[in-house]
């Protein structure tokens, strides 16, 4: 009987590898699994929470969290919600988006500062 031409090594090692990628592929799963879930309670708590900056913010939150799940990119909208909008916000802090928080008056210029600089701007364009 010749062993260089044996079948039964070459199936444990197969076995070992399957075994091994099986489980991979279940801890993949689980962790997909758990990501969804938090997807899930995201949204959940954008659907429910009470103390939004604004409504337009709540309805922006929510389209994108829902358009997400179209686009496959779910998993990573749940995390930016969680790390952009829901902390802040438990945290008592106000949200702001590229530099405007809602909570904030738009800055406007008072009169003394429109004279001064039409005063430096006729100054600048005297000859010498």
């Not at 945290?91 to 600089?117: C, L, M, R, V």
């Amino acid at each position: 009987m010749n062993t260089f031409l044996s079948v039964e090594p070459v199936a444990g090692f197969a076995l070992g590898l399957g075994a091994l990628l099986g489980v991979f592929v279940l801890l993949i799963l689980l962790f997909m699994l758990g990501l969804f879930v938090f997807w899930l309670v995201m949204l959940v708590d954008a659907l429910t929470r009470q103390n939004w900056p604004s409504e337009e913010t709540k309805i922006i939150s929510i389209i994108i969290l829902i358009a997400s799940l179209v686009m496959q990119i779910w998993w990573l909208a749940a995390l930016l919600y969680y790390f952009i909008i829901k902390r802040p916000l438990d945290n008592g802090n106000a949200i702001s988006f590229f530099g405007y928080s809602p909570n904030q008056p738009k800055a406007t210029t008072s009169q003394s500062e429109k004279s001064s600089s039409k005063s430096s701007k006729k100054k600048s364009t005297k000859k010498v």
